[in-house]
């Protein structure tokens, strides 16, 4: 009688290797979160890439032993370790980045404050050197440096045409302009007193201040090549902007003058050659 044969019996795979493997795939995904979040990360890319890895480790959950609650966020220590490494991160970049701000709006100002200074320097030697302290004077206000010269030294009375020999005034201003070359701006305002006028040229105060502040202007620019018109601009407030009431004489004196605003042009950008 013949002898049946055995039928080999199937081998079973072992499976056990799944489980170590993918504990290594949720820590390189880990480091690679890690590595991320210590570059350059936006709102958007961070939300997905949280998102994914929420996802991973969920699904992950049966052949890892981790478990995620979809309701309640990852409970696992390390997940969450990772997670607050990358929120610690972002605070640090955050603060590091307005830090850096600060400086840089500190050195702006500081820069900004060295022109000005700079800059009335010079004016007032030129004050001092051709004894015009009672004519012209010059003060630091909120926006730069406020230039104030007296309408008798430039103008006849009742006319916007600058006198013989004082186009000098214009060209030393001009000349510190263009050595500011470029960084600084001008911006020139004619003021009267409140005495009506009425001329065959100009019918109010208000057309006289406009004429002279563009005429001073004019001479400012045209006596030195060097300067950039576009960096200068003229305004007329008749007497409605007096600095002193005008009740008397030498009130309305101080009322007739000429001004020039002298302030940084681009003041949020910082000079990168200082």
Sequence with gaps: MAKRRKKPQEEHVDETWLIPYSDLLTLLLALFIVLFASSSVDAKKFEQMGNAFKKI?????????????????PDDPNVNAVLKAM??????????????????????????????????????????AEKLGTKMMTKYSDEGLLITIRDDILFQSGSAELSAGKREIAKEIGDLFAQGKGTMEGIVSGHTDNVPISTSTY????????????????????????VNPGEFSARGYGEFKPVAKNDVATNREKNRRVEIMVRPINPDKLDEDK
């Design 203 to 226: 019918s109010s105060n208000w057309e006289l201040s406009v004429a002279r502040a563009v005429n001073f202007m004019e001479a400012i620019i045209q006596e030195n090549n060097e």
């Design 57 to 73: 480790v969920e699904e992950g959950a049966a052949g890892n032993q981790a478990y995620v609650s979809k309701g309640e966020g």
């Design 87 to 128: 929120d610690e991160q972002d605070k640090k970049k955050q603060a590091n980045e307005e830090e850096k701000a600060k400086k840089a709006a500190a050195l702006l100002k500081k820069q900004n404050e060295e022109k000005i200074e700079a800059f009335k320097k010079q004016i007032d030697s030129y004050i001092q």
